[in-house]
């Protein structure tokens, strides 16, 4: 059974760093296309980055230059480091597969974790 | 980027009837060259992370009851659900994959009448 488990989040202070881990179970982290996509407190969800099998990285506009994605192939685990964290930062964030057919192409999400919660506040 | 925009917001619907919720893109995510259109739908109920439930806009993933059915092609594109039944109560979220960022609509809230 496919498993993605987020951990990591919790409060933390406005410009504050934060790392969010996502262990996999039943799937090989590095030979997927793999993404994080948040939800802001009763809000939608919103796209933040993805890491290629191949390692090509690209992120949403508004983390770009404060967030990193990365993975531990020994660990089986995919990361999210959080720098410079702002209020508007603060949501559920989820880890998730992202299907992938061919090289440099990537499709819908899935399966997704359960989500782990960050807050930005003082 | 490409800015998905689903309506209604929210509906009522009683159980057994039929729910339609309409996904509109601001540009096409028909991609000409193996005619696909690039779009998802995911339903997330209440503290559950979202579900895939269509992808190419009307194929079914596994295991999802066929009351739900995708359709539309270009910029328009609906999601039904034939018979709403108490467990589909949630909310509904379509996605576009045509291009980076991949992007998301604002969410349809379905709830019983």
């Known amino acids: 059974e496919l498993q993605l488990v987020e951990t990591g989040g919790g409060l933390i202070q406005p410009g504050g760093s934060l790392r969010l881990s996502c262990a996999a179970s039943?799937?090989?982290?590095?030979?997927?296309?793999m993404s994080w996509v948040r939800q802001a407190p009763g809000k939608g969800l919103e796209w933040v980055s993805v890491?290629?099998?191949?390692?090509?990285?690209y992120y949403a506009d508004s983390v770009k230059g404060r967030f990193t994605i990365s993975r531990d192939t020994s660990k089986n685990t995919l990361y999210l480091q959080m720098n410079s964290l702002r209020a508007e930062d603060t949501a559920v964030y989820y880890c998730a597969r992202a299907l992938s057919e061919y090289t440099d192409t990537w499709y819908w999400f899935d399966p997704w974790g359960q989500g782990t919660l960050v807050t930005v506040s003082s | 980027d490409i800015v998905m925009t689903q309506s209604p917001d929210s509906l009522a619907v009683s159980l057994g009837e039929r729910a339609t919720i309409n996904c509109k893109s601001s540009?096409?995510?028909?991609?000409?060259?193996?005619?696909?259109?690039?779009l998802a739908w995911y339903q997330q109920k209440p503290g559950q992370p979202p579900k895939l439930l269509v992808y190419w806009a009307s194929t079914r993933e596994s295991g999802v009851p066929d009351r739900f059915s995708g359709s539309g092609s270009g910029t328009d594109f609906t999601l039904t659900i034939s018979s709403l039944q108490a467990e589909d109560v949630a909310v509904y979220y379509c996605q576009q994959y045509y291009t980076t960022p991949r992007t998301f609509g604002q969410g349809t809230k379905v709830e019983i009448k």
């Open positions: 039943g799937l090989i982290v590095s030979s997927n296309y």
């Open positions: 540009q096409s995510v028909l991609y000409t060259s193996n005619n696909k259109n690039y």
């Open positions: 890491i290629y099998s191949g390692g090509t990285t």
